[in-house]
Structures are given as structure tokens and as C-alpha cells.
Nanobody, 128 residues
Framework: QVQLVESGGGLVQAGDSLRLSCAAS????????MGWFRQAPGKEREFVAV????????YYSETVKGRFKISRDNAKNMVFLQMNSLKSDDSAVYYC?????????????????????WGQGTQVTVST
């Protein structure tokens, strides 16, 4: 079993930056792709970003590409999401997730079904 705990969310103004963190425990996940999803009120959970175990590969949704940056620290079993130039549309609960795969990102990296473990989420609110 893997437990994931997100932190770093909060209330910011449009144009500000935030850095989310996710700490994994219970099992070493350094060999698994890790990613971020988000869910806004009344909307479905959507893919944000994913990174391979080594950090060599990463993918982003079109809505955050160029503004968000995913990174990881395998020694600490952690993944991060640096969010810059935040917009009101970025307001959501952000979830950390671990793929049910080893080393390489699954082809359907944008699908929730590709992920086995999920955190409880951290709220990000961007005011205008």
C-alpha cells in the first residue's frame, strides 16, 4: 500500500505562483511514474502532469503547459508541482497520484485508470 499526502495549496491572486508537494509513504515509489490531477467544482477530475521515474520524460495538459512544472525527488519519495502565472481557471483540488506501472509512463497517462494510488488532495484557489 502507498499513502500520498499533498501540501502547499492555498489562496493566491491571479498571476501568483504556488508549489505543491506530495509525500509518499508505505512503499517505495521511486520506480513508478507519478503525476498530478485536479478537480474543480462541478467538473470531472482532469490530468495535469506526469513524470517518469527518472525524470527524463514528462507530459502536461495543454491548459497548463508552459506554466506548470513537475519534478520529483526519489530519495525523499516526493513529487512536486510548481505552478506559475496562476489563473482563476486553475482553482481546483489538486491530487497526487502514482501510476500502476514501473519506470516508464503508460501511454494513457491522462487517464485516471492508469493510476493506482491517490492522495486526498489539496485546495488551490486563485482569486482575480
Amino acid at each position: 500500500q502507498v499513502q500520498l499526502v499533498e501540501s502547499g495549496g492555498g489562496l493566491v491572486q491571479a498571476g501568483d505562483s504556488l508549489r505543491l508537494s506530495c509525500a509518499a509513504s508505505g512503499r517505495i515509489v521511486s520506480s513508478c511514474p507519478m503525476g498530478w490531477f485536479r478537480q474543480a467544482p462541478g467538473k470531472e477530475r482532469e490530468f495535469v502532469a506526469v513524470m517518469s521515474w527518472s525524470g527524463a520524460n514528462e507530459y502536461y495538459s495543454e491548459t497548463v503547459k508552459g506554466r506548470f512544472k513537475i519534478s520529483r525527488d526519489n530519495a525523499k519519495n516526493m513529487v512536486f508541482l510548481q505552478m506559475n502565472s496562476l489563473k482563476s481557471d486553475d482553482s481546483a483540488v489538486y491530487y497526487c497520484a502514482v501510476q500502476n506501472a514501473e519506470y516508464y509512463i503508460r501511454s494513457e497517462y491522462y487517464a485516471q485508470s492508469s493510476y493506482e494510488y491517490w492522495g486526498q488532495g489539496t485546495q488551490v484557489t486563485v482569486s482575480t
